[in-house]
Nanobody, 118 residues
Framework: QVQLVESGGGLVQAGGSLRLSCAAS????MGWFRQAPGKEREFVAG????????YGSEFVEGRFTISRDNAKNTVYLQMNSLKPEDTAVYYC???????????????WGQGTQVTVSS
């Protein structure tokens, strides 16, 4: 059973930063989704086992950076210049293929709340 353990969410003022972490029990293509109240879950960023990256929205590119430590099977999401509209539950995801990571990940974390106050 694959386990994804997230940490790093919390409350921050607009313009602030947070770093999310997600430790997996194996090596996968990994990424982050988010779901704001009343909205559908959306893809935020993904990083392949090879190190290639992709970002799901122009709204996060340039402010968010995804990275990974393969030795620890851990993926990070550094979020800078946070805005109130970034408020959401952020979910770590893992998949066995790149395509599945951005569409239908095989595994999900429990989610961590990120709240950005204005």
């Amino acid at each position: 059973q694959v386990q994804l353990v997230e940490s790093g969410g919390g409350l921050v003022q607009a313009g602030g930063s947070l770093r999310l972490s997600c430790a997996a029990s194996g090596r996968y293509d990994m990424g982050w989704f988010r779901q704001a109240p009343g909205k559908e879950r959306e893809f935020v960023a993904g990083i392949w086992r090879s190190g290639g990256r992709t970002y799901g929205s122009e709204f996060v590119e340039g402010r968010f950076t995804i990275s990974r430590d393969n030795a620890k099977n851990t993926v990070y999401l550094q979020m800078n210049s946070l805005k109130p509209e970034d408020t959401a539950v952020y979910y770590c995801a893992a998949a066995t293929t790149i395509v599945r990571l951005t569409t239908e990940p095989d595994y999900w974390g429990q989610g961590t709340q990120v709240t950005v106050s204005s």
